[in-house]
């Protein structure tokens, strides 16, 4: 069973959503109609919708109505919302139909490709879907949603879920139909408009895969695009069963390199011959189950979603090219979070941060996020990680979760207590920081080892050690950790975590 989230204090809960659109090639106005089923949490007599108004450059939306049943409901618009009178009653259900136009000032991206000819592509991850939709824009709320697109006949639309109806009207214009049945939060709520040409490279199970790219793309992106049939499959095995009716992978312009709306995922245009297009659609793919299945609650949990889909990239590349390709990239992800640590020292659970969730997109949210996975994957062994996982994703799977829910779950699957664990590397922030010295005692035949934390906040971590190539553990705890060892013959080399398991940074000096 889903578990329920929302935003603290919410009047409302969206049920579904129907976004009906009509875009032009005459100028970048949209006028739209948005019914938007919703449901009580409690008496109230007026309620709000995110929504930019029209501003003085003017852009933004206007609205011209809303409607309940036909009945005209009167409404007042500020610059990011609107709100609407009504009369209901905690727990009963209401449609709402709000009719509005305007030239979007972000949210939905009008412009030109590459190749000089017009897309529409929306891109509205954080919270920049009330740019062009009336809607609750925050993670917590996840809603069903419909999109029914009236636009010119030369291109086409995909959106998320399944294309229901595609009808050809008067004037060269084409009306396409999209629904997603699956509950997904706004942030990958999304239409593309464009000039397409689509491939159908395979199926996951029973889950089509398709390729849109721009027709000029056409040979390099039916190929490249073609591996994310055999990336699903890893994710479908190990973590649980993929949410929506599809997957579409599309050329796009979105200001990032991926952006992962549901079951129709954006890549940046140059994808289609990136080499790293296997890597990326891993990273996207990953988030279908993290992010957009399990969302976070809000922003400050945002490692579930990047810390997922980095570490998740890491496992599916690991799984397919090998171990050494996993420690190479934990060592690159490693160089990252201690850079990002010189520059702004915050924990990974960042609750300091209120808005511009952009300064989100950070080393701690991704590659610490991954980091704390895989030391925790260390800690639990294989089978007792992946059960946590799955479990975690069962549960929250069409729903919220926070890094306690997730913390909850490990304990669970594995009988141990994280509390320690989840503390320090996710509501602290920085690492340890390690004076590490040795010596080899010829009389004792054992060499002496001493590992000084040199930051504040001391942490408790299993260190290893490879001496004369014999792996070592060390747990680390106390201000300054002890260790004899005995050896045979006089050690040539000490290579402090060889295997690259823990995030810390070191200094090692034979005394
Ligand atoms: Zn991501």
Redesign the pocket.
Known sequence: MAVKAQVPGAVIDVQHYIFALQLTDADNNIKGQATVGVKFLKNADAFNLDLVKKNVEGKGMLVSAVTENGKNLRFVQDSGAVKIYTNAKTGSMHSYKVSYAGVPADGLIISTNNFGHRTFFGDNWPNRAHNWLPCVDAPADKASVDFVVTAPDHYQVVSNGLKIKEQQLPNHLKLTHWHEAVVVPTKVMVIGVAAFAIDHPGDAGNIPVYTYVFPESKEAGFKSYAVAKDILPFFIKNVGPYSYEKLANVQSKTIFG?M?NASAIFYFEESVTSPGIEELMA??IA?QWF?DGASEKSFWHLWL??GF??YMTNLYLENKYGADTLKKRMLADRKKVLEFEKKRLTPVVDSAVKSDYMQLLNANS?EKGSWVLHMLRRKLGDDLFWKGIQNYYAKYRGSNANTDDLRREMEQASGQDLKPFFNQWLRKAGHPDLNIGWHYDADKGSVNISVEQKQDNLYEFPLEIAINGELVHIEVKDKTTSAQILVKTKPETILVDPDVNVLDSFNIAAQ
Do not use: N, P, V
């Open positions: 991926g992962e990273h996207e988030h992010g979603s990047e889909a980095t991704y």
